[in-house]
Protein backbone atom coordinates (compact mmCIF):
# COMPACT_ATOMS: atom_id res chain seq x y z
CA UNK A 1 0.00 0.00 0.00
CA UNK A 2 1.16 3.28 -0.57
CA UNK A 3 -1.19 5.44 0.73
CA UNK A 4 -0.06 6.41 4.54
CA UNK A 5 -3.67 6.44 6.24
CA UNK A 6 -6.69 4.70 6.40
CA UNK A 7 -9.07 4.84 9.27
CA UNK A 8 -12.56 3.59 9.96
CA UNK A 9 -13.90 5.57 12.73
CA UNK A 10 -16.97 4.54 14.80
CA UNK A 11 -19.36 6.14 16.22
CA UNK A 12 -22.07 5.15 18.61
CA UNK A 13 -25.12 6.67 20.29
CA UNK A 14 -26.75 4.22 22.75
CA UNK A 15 -28.95 4.24 25.61
CA UNK A 16 -28.46 1.77 28.53
CA UNK A 17 -31.59 1.73 31.29
CA UNK A 18 -30.74 1.14 35.05
CA UNK A 19 -27.63 -0.96 35.16
CA UNK A 20 -23.68 -1.96 36.21
CA UNK A 21 -21.87 -3.32 33.43
CA UNK A 22 -18.61 -2.35 34.18
CA UNK A 23 -17.69 -1.69 38.59
CA UNK A 24 -14.85 -0.26 40.03
CA UNK A 25 -13.00 -1.68 43.03
CA UNK A 26 -16.02 -0.92 45.19
CA UNK A 27 -18.52 -2.10 43.02
CA UNK A 28 -20.01 1.19 42.22
CA UNK A 29 -20.29 1.84 38.10
CA UNK A 30 -17.50 3.28 36.89
CA UNK A 31 -17.97 6.67 36.36
CA UNK A 32 -15.53 10.12 34.71
CA UNK A 33 -15.56 13.95 35.60
CA UNK A 34 -16.11 15.65 31.88
CA UNK A 35 -17.31 18.70 30.80
CA UNK A 36 -17.53 20.00 34.63
CA UNK A 37 -20.40 16.90 35.43
CA UNK A 38 -20.37 13.25 36.27
CA UNK A 39 -20.88 11.08 33.57
CA UNK A 40 -21.36 6.93 33.07
CA UNK A 41 -18.03 5.38 31.85
CA UNK A 42 -17.67 2.11 30.72
CA UNK A 43 -14.20 1.14 30.13
CA UNK A 44 -12.82 0.25 26.34
CA UNK A 45 -10.98 -2.96 28.41
CA UNK A 46 -14.41 -4.13 29.39
CA UNK A 47 -15.69 -3.39 25.70
CA UNK A 48 -12.88 -5.11 24.10
CA UNK A 49 -13.39 -8.32 25.93
CA UNK A 50 -17.04 -7.67 24.95
CA UNK A 51 -15.85 -7.93 21.07
CA UNK A 52 -13.41 -10.68 21.45
CA UNK A 53 -16.55 -12.85 23.13
CA UNK A 54 -18.62 -11.40 20.07
CA UNK A 55 -15.76 -12.89 17.70
CA UNK A 56 -16.04 -16.80 19.11
CA UNK A 57 -20.61 -16.15 18.48
CA UNK A 58 -19.78 -15.72 15.13
CA UNK A 59 -17.29 -18.45 14.69
CA UNK A 60 -13.87 -15.97 14.34
CA UNK A 61 -11.50 -17.95 16.25
CA UNK A 62 -10.10 -15.62 18.99
CA UNK A 63 -6.69 -15.56 20.50
CA UNK A 64 -5.83 -16.53 24.46
CA UNK A 65 -4.92 -13.97 26.79
CA UNK A 66 -3.40 -16.47 29.65
CA UNK A 67 -0.75 -16.92 31.92
CA UNK A 68 -0.78 -20.70 30.80
CA UNK A 69 0.48 -20.51 27.60
CA UNK A 70 3.09 -22.60 28.22
CA UNK A 71 0.37 -25.24 29.03
CA UNK A 72 -1.52 -25.07 25.70
CA UNK A 73 2.15 -25.84 24.10
CA UNK A 74 2.54 -28.88 26.32
CA UNK A 75 -1.12 -29.96 25.36
CA UNK A 76 -0.35 -29.13 21.47
CA UNK A 77 3.02 -31.43 21.57
CA UNK A 78 1.50 -34.53 23.39
CA UNK A 79 -1.20 -34.13 20.42
CA UNK A 80 0.71 -33.91 17.68
CA UNK A 81 3.28 -37.02 18.77
CA UNK A 82 2.21 -39.39 21.40
CA UNK A 83 5.07 -40.65 22.20
CA UNK A 84 5.85 -37.64 24.34
CA UNK A 85 4.88 -37.43 27.70
CA UNK A 86 4.39 -34.34 29.90
CA UNK A 87 8.03 -34.21 31.07
CA UNK A 88 9.40 -34.36 28.02
CA UNK A 89 6.79 -32.04 26.48
CA UNK A 90 7.01 -29.25 29.39
CA UNK A 91 11.30 -29.50 28.59
CA UNK A 92 10.71 -28.76 25.05
CA UNK A 93 8.40 -26.08 25.90
CA UNK A 94 10.69 -24.50 28.39
CA UNK A 95 13.47 -24.50 25.50
CA UNK A 96 11.04 -22.56 23.44
CA UNK A 97 9.85 -19.64 25.90
CA UNK A 98 13.59 -19.55 26.74
CA UNK A 99 14.42 -19.05 23.29
CA UNK A 100 11.60 -16.80 23.04
CA UNK A 101 12.88 -14.56 25.66
CA UNK A 102 9.75 -15.07 28.05
CA UNK A 103 10.53 -16.07 31.53
CA UNK A 104 8.19 -19.47 33.02
CA UNK A 105 7.87 -19.65 36.83
CA UNK A 106 10.29 -22.89 37.89
CA UNK A 107 7.19 -24.16 39.98
CA UNK A 108 4.00 -23.17 38.28
CA UNK A 109 5.33 -23.31 34.87
CA UNK A 110 3.25 -19.93 34.08
CA UNK A 111 4.39 -16.45 32.65
CA UNK A 112 4.51 -13.44 34.86
CA UNK A 113 1.87 -11.55 32.99
CA UNK A 114 -0.71 -12.58 30.93
CA UNK A 115 0.26 -13.78 27.20
CA UNK A 116 -1.88 -12.94 24.41
CA UNK A 117 -1.16 -15.74 21.46
CA UNK A 118 -3.57 -17.03 19.07
CA UNK A 119 -4.17 -20.82 18.71
CA UNK A 120 -2.30 -20.15 15.16
CA UNK A 121 0.84 -19.15 16.68
CA UNK A 122 0.66 -22.26 19.51
CA UNK A 123 0.21 -25.34 16.57
CA UNK A 124 2.89 -23.91 14.58
CA UNK A 125 5.64 -23.74 17.77
CA UNK A 126 4.46 -27.33 18.11
CA UNK A 127 5.32 -28.32 15.28
CA UNK A 128 8.62 -26.15 14.46
CA UNK A 129 9.77 -27.96 17.45
CA UNK A 130 8.78 -31.33 16.56
CA UNK A 131 10.31 -30.45 13.08
CA UNK A 132 14.13 -29.33 14.61
CA UNK A 133 15.95 -30.81 17.19
CA UNK A 134 17.95 -27.27 17.48
CA UNK A 135 15.63 -24.24 18.08
CA UNK A 136 16.55 -20.85 16.58
CA UNK A 137 15.25 -17.78 18.49
CA UNK A 138 14.64 -15.95 14.82
CA UNK A 139 12.28 -18.20 13.74
CA UNK A 140 10.60 -18.31 16.87
CA UNK A 141 9.97 -15.04 16.90
CA UNK A 142 8.97 -15.24 13.31
CA UNK A 143 6.36 -17.86 14.56
CA UNK A 144 4.99 -16.17 17.67
CA UNK A 145 4.64 -12.92 14.89
CA UNK A 146 2.75 -14.59 12.43
CA UNK A 147 -0.39 -16.01 12.41
CA UNK A 148 -2.28 -13.94 13.90
CA UNK A 149 -5.78 -14.17 15.55
CA UNK A 150 -8.00 -11.33 14.49
CA UNK A 151 -8.71 -9.85 17.94
CA UNK A 152 -4.65 -10.19 18.41
CA UNK A 153 -4.23 -7.97 15.38
CA UNK A 154 -6.35 -5.15 16.65
CA UNK A 155 -5.63 -4.93 19.99
CA UNK A 156 -1.88 -5.86 20.53
CA UNK A 157 0.68 -7.59 22.73
CA UNK A 158 2.72 -6.00 25.03
CA UNK A 159 4.91 -8.67 26.63
CA UNK A 160 7.43 -6.94 28.89
CA UNK A 161 9.94 -9.67 28.98
CA UNK A 162 10.59 -9.11 25.03
CA UNK A 163 9.43 -6.37 23.33
CA UNK A 164 10.62 -8.01 20.12
CA UNK A 165 7.07 -9.90 20.30
CA UNK A 166 4.84 -6.92 20.74
CA UNK A 167 2.31 -5.99 18.18
CA UNK A 168 1.26 -3.14 17.18
CA UNK A 169 -2.48 -2.48 17.88
CA UNK A 170 -4.35 -1.58 14.93
CA UNK A 171 -7.62 -0.28 16.91
CA UNK A 172 -7.93 2.17 19.79
CA UNK A 173 -11.14 1.64 21.53
CA UNK A 174 -12.48 5.14 23.92
CA UNK A 175 -14.01 4.99 27.37
CA UNK A 176 -17.79 4.83 26.42
CA UNK A 177 -19.10 7.88 28.52
CA UNK A 178 -22.48 9.72 29.03
CA UNK A 179 -23.96 12.35 26.91
CA UNK A 180 -25.13 14.09 30.04
CA UNK A 181 -25.00 14.09 33.71
CA UNK A 182 -25.63 11.31 35.80
CA UNK A 183 -26.96 10.97 39.04
CA UNK A 184 -25.83 7.97 41.03
CA UNK A 185 -28.71 5.72 42.30
CA UNK A 186 -29.04 2.57 45.18
CA UNK A 187 -31.12 -0.69 45.10
CA UNK A 188 -31.76 -1.45 48.44
CA UNK A 189 -32.41 -5.52 48.50
CA UNK A 190 -33.64 -8.36 50.82
CA UNK A 191 -33.87 -11.65 50.07
CA UNK A 192 -35.80 -14.43 51.96
CA UNK A 193 -34.94 -17.53 52.99
CA UNK A 194 -37.46 -20.60 51.02
CA UNK A 195 -37.63 -22.65 54.47
CA UNK A 196 -38.02 -20.09 56.48
CA UNK A 197 -41.48 -19.79 58.83
CA UNK A 198 -44.04 -17.89 58.24
CA UNK A 199 -44.66 -16.42 61.35
CA UNK A 200 -40.94 -15.11 61.54
CA UNK A 201 -39.73 -11.81 60.44
CA UNK A 202 -36.50 -10.52 58.93
CA UNK A 203 -34.80 -10.96 55.81
CA UNK A 204 -31.70 -13.67 55.49
CA UNK A 205 -30.13 -11.10 53.82
CA UNK A 206 -29.85 -7.64 53.04
CA UNK A 207 -27.57 -5.46 50.29
CA UNK A 208 -27.43 -2.34 48.66
CA UNK A 209 -26.43 -1.98 44.76
CA UNK A 210 -25.37 1.34 42.97
CA UNK A 211 -26.59 1.91 39.39
CA UNK A 212 -27.48 4.58 37.01
CA UNK A 213 -28.94 4.73 33.90
CA UNK A 214 -27.42 6.78 30.40
CA UNK A 215 -27.00 7.57 27.08
CA UNK A 216 -23.48 6.10 25.74
CA UNK A 217 -21.64 7.91 23.21
CA UNK A 218 -18.94 5.00 22.15
CA UNK A 219 -16.03 5.65 19.71
CA UNK A 220 -13.80 3.16 18.08
CA UNK A 221 -11.44 3.37 15.16
CA UNK A 222 -9.48 1.02 13.03
CA UNK A 223 -5.95 1.79 11.30
CA UNK A 224 -6.71 -0.34 7.82
CA UNK A 225 -3.67 -0.01 7.00
CA UNK A 226 -2.35 -1.56 10.39
CA UNK A 227 -4.31 -4.28 10.24
CA UNK A 228 -3.17 -5.27 7.02
CA UNK A 229 0.18 -5.45 8.42
CA UNK A 230 -0.80 -7.63 11.04
CA UNK A 231 -2.80 -9.60 8.81
CA UNK A 232 -2.90 -9.37 5.41
CA UNK A 233 -5.26 -7.53 2.77
CA UNK A 234 -8.22 -9.75 2.87
CA UNK A 235 -8.24 -10.50 6.33
CA UNK A 236 -7.98 -6.87 6.89
CA UNK A 237 -11.11 -5.79 5.33
CA UNK A 238 -13.42 -8.86 6.40
CA UNK A 239 -11.55 -8.77 10.16
CA UNK A 240 -12.46 -4.74 9.81
CA UNK A 241 -15.95 -5.08 8.69
CA UNK A 242 -16.15 -7.90 11.47
CA UNK A 243 -15.07 -5.73 14.38
CA UNK A 244 -17.83 -2.85 13.66
CA UNK A 245 -20.45 -5.52 13.93
CA UNK A 246 -19.12 -6.85 17.52
CA UNK A 247 -18.28 -3.52 18.52
CA UNK A 248 -22.00 -2.09 17.35
CA UNK A 249 -23.65 -5.43 18.77
CA UNK A 250 -21.81 -6.36 21.71
CA UNK A 251 -22.19 -5.08 25.49
CA UNK A 252 -20.11 -6.05 28.68
CA UNK A 253 -22.07 -8.64 30.58
CA UNK A 254 -21.53 -6.90 33.99
CA UNK A 255 -24.92 -7.55 36.58
CA UNK A 256 -27.07 -8.59 33.27
CA UNK A 257 -28.85 -11.10 35.22
CA UNK A 258 -29.72 -8.49 37.49
CA UNK A 259 -30.66 -6.06 34.76
CA UNK A 260 -31.02 -7.48 31.90
CA UNK A 261 -30.07 -4.38 30.05
CA UNK A 262 -29.06 -5.53 26.67
CA UNK A 263 -29.99 -2.93 24.35
CA UNK A 264 -28.97 -1.95 21.01
CA UNK A 265 -27.72 1.67 19.42
CA UNK A 266 -30.23 4.30 18.56
CA UNK A 267 -27.28 5.54 15.92
CA UNK A 268 -24.45 4.64 14.40
CA UNK A 269 -21.84 6.27 11.94
CA UNK A 270 -19.19 4.92 9.83
CA UNK A 271 -16.69 7.30 8.48
CA UNK A 272 -13.41 5.96 6.24
CA UNK A 273 -11.04 8.61 6.19
CA UNK A 274 -7.25 9.37 4.79
CA UNK A 275 -6.21 11.99 6.92
CA UNK A 276 -6.94 11.29 10.85
CA UNK A 277 -8.95 9.52 13.29
CA UNK A 278 -11.26 11.92 14.63
CA UNK A 279 -13.08 10.75 17.93
CA UNK A 280 -15.91 13.49 18.13
CA UNK A 281 -16.83 13.25 21.97
CA UNK A 282 -16.33 17.01 22.26
CA UNK A 283 -20.15 17.32 21.29
CA UNK A 284 -20.99 16.35 24.55
CA UNK A 285 -18.62 18.72 26.50
CA UNK A 286 -21.21 20.53 27.52
CA UNK A 287 -23.78 17.67 28.77
CA UNK A 288 -27.45 17.71 27.36
CA UNK A 289 -30.03 18.15 29.35
CA UNK A 290 -33.57 17.09 28.51
CA UNK A 291 -36.75 15.90 30.74
CA UNK A 292 -37.72 13.97 27.76
CA UNK A 293 -35.45 11.65 26.88
CA UNK A 294 -31.20 12.67 25.76
CA UNK A 295 -30.59 10.36 22.12
CA UNK A 296 -32.57 12.68 19.98
CA UNK A 297 -30.65 15.82 21.32
CA UNK A 298 -27.38 13.46 21.55
CA UNK A 299 -28.03 13.15 17.58
CA UNK A 300 -28.64 16.66 16.84
CA UNK A 301 -25.17 17.78 18.89
CA UNK A 302 -23.10 14.93 17.53
CA UNK A 303 -24.38 15.49 14.09
CA UNK A 304 -23.61 19.53 14.76
CA UNK A 305 -20.12 18.16 15.86
CA UNK A 306 -19.61 16.36 13.01
CA UNK A 307 -20.14 19.15 10.33
CA UNK A 308 -17.74 21.50 12.42
CA UNK A 309 -15.05 18.83 12.00
CA UNK A 310 -14.94 19.33 8.64
CA UNK A 311 -13.42 22.54 9.10
CA UNK A 312 -10.38 20.92 10.76
CA UNK A 313 -10.19 17.58 8.95
CA UNK A 314 -10.83 16.42 5.07
CA UNK A 315 -14.44 15.74 4.57
CA UNK A 316 -14.42 11.64 4.79
CA UNK A 317 -14.72 9.18 2.03
CA UNK A 318 -17.42 7.19 3.43
CA UNK A 319 -20.08 8.44 5.80
CA UNK A 320 -22.66 5.86 6.70
CA UNK A 321 -25.22 6.21 8.87
CA UNK A 322 -27.63 4.00 10.40
CA UNK A 323 -30.19 5.55 12.79
CA UNK A 324 -33.63 5.07 14.19
CA UNK A 325 -34.25 9.14 13.17
CA UNK A 326 -33.70 11.23 10.20
CA UNK A 327 -30.26 12.44 10.33
CA UNK A 328 -28.61 15.09 8.18
CA UNK A 329 -25.26 13.50 7.29
CA UNK A 330 -24.25 10.88 5.27
CA UNK A 331 -25.43 8.34 3.76
CA UNK A 332 -28.68 6.93 5.79
CA UNK A 333 -29.02 2.74 5.33
CA UNK A 334 -31.90 0.81 6.10
CA UNK A 335 -30.01 -1.80 8.59
CA UNK A 336 -26.95 -3.05 9.54
CA UNK A 337 -25.92 -5.38 7.17
CA UNK A 338 -26.48 -2.66 4.27
CA UNK A 339 -24.25 -0.60 6.38
CA UNK A 340 -21.67 -3.55 6.35
CA UNK A 341 -22.19 -3.69 2.32
CA UNK A 342 -21.30 -0.05 1.89
CA UNK A 343 -18.29 -0.19 4.25
CA UNK A 344 -17.03 -3.16 2.58
CA UNK A 345 -17.29 -2.44 -0.90
CA UNK A 346 -15.13 1.35 -0.09
CA UNK A 347 -12.47 -0.36 1.71
CA UNK A 348 -12.33 -3.03 -1.13
CA UNK A 349 -11.99 0.28 -3.60
CA UNK A 350 -9.63 2.54 -1.00
CA UNK A 351 -7.30 -0.97 -1.13
CA UNK A 352 -7.53 -1.51 -5.24
CA UNK A 353 -6.79 2.53 -5.62
CA UNK A 354 -3.88 2.16 -3.54
CA UNK A 355 -2.88 -1.05 -5.61
CA UNK A 356 -2.74 0.52 -8.82
CA UNK A 357 -0.89 3.21 -7.60
CA UNK A 358 2.27 1.22 -6.28
Known amino acids: MTTPNLYLDVHVLQTVPASNINRDDTGAPKTALYGGVTRARVSSQSWKRAVRHGFKVADIVPGVRTKKAAQLLVEQLMTRDSDLDEKAALAKTSDVFKAAGVKLDKKTNETGALLFVSHGQIEKLAQYVLDN ?3 DKKEIKKVLKGDQSLDLALFGRMVADNPELNVEASAQVA ?8 VPEYDYFTALDDLQREDSAGAAMLGSLEFNSATLYRYANVNVNGLVHNLDTDSAITGAVAFIKAFVLTMPTGKRNTFANKTLPSYVMINIRQDTPVNLVSAFEEPVKS ?12 EQEFEASNQFVDTPALSV ?3 KFETQNGV ?12 TAELKKAVQHEDTND
Do not use: C, P
Not at 175 to 182: D, G, L, Q, W, Y
Not at 291 to 302: A, D, L, M, P, Q
Open 332 to 343: QVANLSDLLQQV
Open 321 to 323: VLS
Open 175 to 182: HAISTHEI
Open 291 to 302: RTGYVKESINKF
Open 133 to 135: DEI
